[in-house]
């Protein structure tokens, strides 16, 4: 993304939770950045890269990304890593000796929960890593506080010495709101100074640190007791006071104005003296956190009385909607009536595939092949698991679709005897952590089909650069890796990679038909772009010609959404079957006139479309004539 | 609940609506309020539903609006409206554009889409002002304008004036010169005009 001229300080500006991190970690002087795309995070490097001053990249996995930001610590840098809630079991296995060694520069990982699963395969509570890695965890509940943590986050990072989380959730990442900004600060680094005993954790210099770590657990339990961020706040109506933190405790000042209430900001180590504090102050204490019975369970086991789960649910969001009336039931009041009207149920609308989507291809072909289990991945082409294609049997985690493919073909049961496996993964993915598992594919003689999907971009966060396009995060070109070597390098054999093009489907069939016959591992690469990335360029649309459509409804298993049905009937077929008939028309003004519809069309009814221009009217009156 | 203001923003992805909540944000804060804006919209990319909510006021606390507490439904797309009906306060007003935006799973047949579903809220006793967005864009010239209009539409359901949302709808659209300018105020202000007939026409 281009540089941009920052606000000033003590601007009051509009920005989202991550708007504000990027800020904050521009003004806290930090040298380096990085990450891998998943939403909700991914646009606090994508703002940070438009600062000047701050090295940002796309880093191929969240491991490498903590792992890049863990180096610049070392060598005195500020650094910041950010990822979603799942990206952090990636980059756990660094996470977890890194709490050993400590930094020396500041070190901030933002990491963003999907509470609710809006975009997400599970719904993880991050603040577990602070207790399994003893790390201090913040938790904002606002824009301002995200980034005035942030800042903070610094300054607690290199007191201690010891990298901080910062904990986010998509209403914190994705929510706009007022912040007033500050000024940069400049932030040298002191360079890295060699100390094997820190720095190289063999078992005999990591069992050295251990000891350094609880002391250093019990110094930040004081900090948590002391710091202004877990405050209380004295309230009248004392017959519930609440714990809460992050988007619920907003939701608890909106609920229950007159309530005490212990705001956790530093919510790990929990802050154990403080909300005793609070517990005196109201006839009964109840914790409102999301999503998992963290600081509830801490402070059951430190001998205090007080509620959570035990009236709340156990997942997603604790919205006013959620809220009111389960405490409501806990006072033994009637419970608000929430909701005027229930909400009327109608048709859903799940994420599906663009208008032109080279995927679309790619899923319309598998869905007409008989006899496959199709390992997915986590991409775009996940939604190859919906209508019409259905596609798509198995997703779990990025790259999984590997491993997974050869598992169910080592694994196979009497009936799968006869199933032909294969796995479907994008070029971002594969990058990421799926190239391991092709090599153990290759290695352990699999009989699997892949399918890599090379669109050129991480296309389900919005189109982001990686190692495959030949771009970097701020547009500038960079080494593009060439997907058929590198298979090959990985040990496919030269005839065993192909390289399609998915919008010419004979083609396409033709060869994921013959490659999955062949008992060894096949790698089949598309190659086209993402339709929303500028890589992308839109042909001639086309339209339907009403006469010659038949109402076969073919074009409409290629599921695009540009074609839309105008009248349905039936037709009893020469064998007396009678078959169901849809009529077709195409919104030219969406088509980016890919053809894909053209090719299962058997009246070839599909036409290119021209719009009626008055001087065509002109011509043909002439022509008439 | 509080005396903010809560105006939620619907359709589907790709359509405009959360530039269009964040310019109606920008308005707010305009005004001296304090403004949240937040959205469910999972995978809108893709299609997807997107509803965006607008809070503001003196203090806003939870970014949600609350079922039941909407005081205006801005709906992009005629069965939104009708999926997010119950969000509206009893004598809130939903302003709905008429445009149908079918999504496949209804192509292949697996669902229906409303016959009438403007019909359909008004009969559940949702107050519903209806006009064509889209149209009202063409007929001046060009599609993208539909924003523009949909932002005039609510132009006159805010509790500051039309003027100062129209501000901010020019503001975005300064750089790209006078034309597009004038286009745009034209835009809002033939999107303000549809509901006040659409209106008097009820009344």
């Known amino acids: 993304m281009a540089a941009v001229m920052p606000a000033p300080a003590q601007s009051r500006l509009l920005m989202s939770g991550n708007e504000a991190v990027a800020r904050a970690v521009w003004e806290s002087g930090v040298k380096v950045a990085a990450a891998y795309p998943g939403t909700p995070a991914t646009e606090m490097l994508e703002v940070i890269s438009t600062y000047p001053d701050v090295y940002a990249e796309w880093s191929v996995n969240e491991k490498v990304s903590l792992e890049v930001a863990i180096g610049a610590a070392y060598a005195g840098s500020r650094s910041f890593c950010c990822m979603k809630h799942v990206g952090m079991n990636v980059a756990s296995d660094a996470l977890m000796t890194l709490t050993l060694t400590g930094v020396i520069g500041g070190l901030v990982i933002a990491v963003a929960d999907d509470v609710g699963l809006s975009s997400s395969q599970n719904e993880q509570d991050s603040r577990f890593w602070g207790r399994f890695a003893h790390l201090p965890v913040l938790e904002p509940s606002d824009s301002q506080e995200a980034y005035e943590m942030t800042r903070f986050g610094y300054a607690l990072s290199e007191k201690f010495q010891v990298p901080v989380i910062l904990r986010m959730t998509t209403r914190i990442n994705h929510v706009k709101s007022l912040v007033t900004v500050g000024e940069r600060e400049a932030h040298g680094a002191a360079g890295f100074q060699k100390n094997p005993a820190r720095w190289v954790m063999t078992p005999a210099g990591a069992g050295k640190r251990i000891p350094l770590m609880f002391d250093r657990d019990i110094a930040l339990r004081q900090v948590a007791d002391e710091s202004e961020l877990n405050r209380v706040e004295p309230g009248s109506d004392k017959r519930v006071g609440f714990i809460a933190s992050g988007t619920a405790y907003m939701h608890v000042k909106e609920c229950f104005p007159d309530a005490p209430v212990l705001k956790l900001g530093l919510s790990c180590p929990v802050p154990v003296e403080k909300a005793k504090a609070l517990a005196a102050l109201a006839d009964q204490v109840v914790v409102v956190e999301e999503v998992e019975p963290l600081v509830e369970n801490e402070l059951k086991a430190a001998g205090l009385n007080v509620l959570g789960k035990d009236i709340l649910p156990r997942s997603g969001e604790l919205a006013p909607h959620v809220l009111k009336p389960a405490i409501a039931k806990l006072l033994g009041e009637p419970v608000p009536e929430t909701q005027v009207a229930p909400p009327m149920q109608i048709f859903p609308r799940p994420p599906t595939m663009c208008v032109a989507c080279p995927h679309l291809g790619v899923y319309y072909t598998l869905s007409q092949i008989k006899n496959l289990t199709i390992s997915g991945d986590i991409g775009c082409y996940t939604l190859g698991a919906g209508h019409p294609w259905n596609a798509l049997d198995t997703t779990i985690s990025m790259g999984a679709s590997m491993g997974i493919a050869l598992g169910l073909d080592k694994g196979r049961g009497e009936s799968d005897k006869d199933k032909r496996i294969l796995a479907v993964i994008g070029d971002s993915t594969f990058m990421h952590m799926g190239m391991q598992g092709l090599l153990d594919i290759v290695y352990n003689k699999g009989n699997v089909t892949i399918l890599l999907l090379d669109n050129r971009a991480v296309g389900m966060t919005g189109g982001q650069n990686n190692p495959g396009n030949g771009y970097d995060l701020h547009d500038n070109e960079a080494p593009r890796i060439d997907f058929v070597n590198l298979v090959k390098a990985l040990g496919v054999k030269e005839e065993r990679v192909h390289k399609v093009d998915p919008y010419q489907l004979p083609v396409l069939f033709k060869t994921i038909r013959e490659e999955i016959k062949v008992p060894e591992v096949s790698v089949v690469i598309t190659d086209q772009p993402c339709v929303l990335t500028k890589a992308y360029h839109k042909m001639k649309p086309y339209e339907v010609d009403e006469d010659k459509c038949t109402g076969c409804g073919n074009c409409i298993e290629v599921g695009c959404p540009a074609i839309h049905v105008t009248r349905r009937g039936k037709e009893v077929k020469a064998s007396g079957r009678e078959v169901d008939l849809a009529f077709v028309r195409i919104e030219s003004s969406v088509c980016t006139g890919c053809g894909l519809c053209l090719q299962p069309c058997a009246p070839k009814a599909i036409q290119h479309y021209e719009p009626v221009s008055p001087i065509k009217l002109v011509k043909s009156a002439e022509e008439v004539a | ?203």
């Open chain 2, 1 to 203: 609940m509080s005396q903010n203001s809560n105006i939620l923003v619907v359709g589907i992805g790709g359509q405009g609506v959360m530039t269009a909540t964040e310019i109606l944000a920008e308005a707010a804060i305009a005004m001296g309020h304090d403004a949240k804006k937040t959205e469910v919209a999972g995978m809108a990319q893709r299609g997807g539903v997107v509803s965006s909510h607008l809070r503001f006021g003196d203090r806003v606390l939870s970014p949600q609006i609350t079922p039941g507490t909407a005081d205006v439904l801005l709906g992009f797309e005629a069965a939104e409206g009708l999926r997010w009906r119950h969000m509206l306060r009893p004598n809130g007003i939903a302003l709905m554009n008429t445009a149908r935006l079918v999504p496949p799973v209804v192509e292949l047949g697996l669902f229906d889409y409303p016959d009438d579903p403007i019909a359909e809220m008004k009969a559940a006793g949702t107050k519903v002002v209806a006009f064509d967005a889209t149209s009202i864009a063409l007929e001046l010239g060009d599609i993208r304008l539909g924003n523009t209009v949909m932002l005039g539409a609510i132009g006159d359901h805010l509790p500051f004036s039309a003027e100062v949302l129209l501000e901010c709808v020019l503001k975005r659209f300064r750089r790209k010169g006078d034309k597009v300018v004038e286009m745009n105020r034209k835009a809002f202000e033939a999107g303000r005009a549809a509901v006040g007939a659409a209106q008097a026409a009820v009344a």
